[in-house]
């Protein structure tokens, strides 16, 4: 029997159906939320990534700026430019495309984001807050991948979720995340032997490691979850993620497509994070 489908597309369609209401309410109020983003340089993926996001917003009734600074910009001129906007009152969100040029020091620029602001939820303030339980901004993804589960009535309590990476931006969130949702937590990453028998103990299984097709069928338990956070390119142009979809939908009770599954909620739970931020601004 094959998988069912995690529809990534309709949850966020229904997800920002239910946000334009609560911008709208908010606006009303004197507190439009707003989300200014950052790009420093050309990368290519980065314009088109900022574009979605600012277009996202505005689809959904928010304010979004998006500045684009030369890619020699110096790292006191964008420190300086992050300070003006966490004093500005018209910006909820602040968010600074990834990768920078390499003369600018990441952690550094996202450390000056101030945490209120911080929407994507990398300044360590947020992975601190994530990691003892207090409120703060859970970063996109992983927010996202929680939100499916809770869409599909999947309750992490007592399952044994798997994880495999275990980066700053989507494995050791994704495993906190699980974890206060009392899952039995275990994380794999490039030194664990014997992946595929721990993935096959999985209920819940997160792949975010890179690499095409790198979850097969036989790493797969019958009937679980599996989340797939990959976004990769195979040698033929096309899109693909980390998990072998056309196989392991065959083993699976759930599974995300790639395109059309984790990646349409990573936006949109930025525009929650942006819209949770003016909330807490305007206390409303
Ligand atoms: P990173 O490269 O930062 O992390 C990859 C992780 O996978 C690392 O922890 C690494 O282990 C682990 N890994 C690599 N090879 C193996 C292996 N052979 N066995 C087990 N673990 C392995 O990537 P990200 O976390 O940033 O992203 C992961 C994927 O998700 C990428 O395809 C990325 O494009 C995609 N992505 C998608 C998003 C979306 O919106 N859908 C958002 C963000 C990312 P180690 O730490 O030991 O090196």
């Not at 390499?102 to 947020?126: M, R, W």
């Not at 601190?128 to 499916?148: H, I």
Request: glycine share 8%; hydrophobic share 45%.
């Amino acid at each position: 029997m094959s998988a069912q489908l995690i529809d990534g597309n309709a949850l966020a369609a229904k997800l920002r159906a239910h946000m334009t209401t609560e911008v709208a309410r908010l606006t009303a109020l004197g507190h439009r939320p707003g989300l200014t983003v950052l790009l420093v340089g050309e990368d290519p993926a980065s314009q088109v990534y900022v574009r979605n996001k600012v277009k996202a917003c505005e689809a959904i009734g928010m304010a979004s700026s998006l500045e684009r600074h030369p890619a020699d910009m110096s790292e006191a001129a964008l420190l300086a430019r992050i300070q003006e906007l966490n004093a500005d009152p018209a910006v909820h969100g602040i968010l600074v495309q990834l990768p920078l040029p390499k003369h600018l020091n990441s952690d550094l620029v996202i450390e000056t984001i101030a945490p209120e602001k911080d929407v994507d939820g990398f300044h360590v303030a947020s992975a601190g807050a994530l990691m003892v339980g207090q409120p703060g901004f859970k970063p996109c993804t992983p927010y996202g991948c929680m939100k499916m589960l809770e869409d599909i009535g999947c309750n992490p309590r007592g399952k044994h979720a798997v994880v495999i990476g275990r980066s700053n931006i989507v494995g050791k969130p994704m495993a906190m995340l699980l974890l206060q949702a009392s899952a039995t937590v275990t994380i794999c990453h490039s030194a664990t032997p014997n992946l595929a028998e721990i993935t096959r103990q999985a209920d819940i299984l997160v792949a975010a490691v890179g690499r095409p097709r790198f979850v097969t069928a036989d790493m797969v338990k019958a009937g679980a979850v599996v989340l797939d956070v990959g976004i990769n390119r195979t040698p033929e142009g096309k899109l693909c993620g980390d998990v072998d979809f056309d196989a392991v939908r065959q083993v699976a009770g759930w599974i995300t497509p790639v395109p059309g599954g984790v990646g349409p909620m990573t936006i949109t739970m930025l525009l929650q994070n942006t819209l949770e931020a003016a909330q807490r601004k305007a206390g409303a």
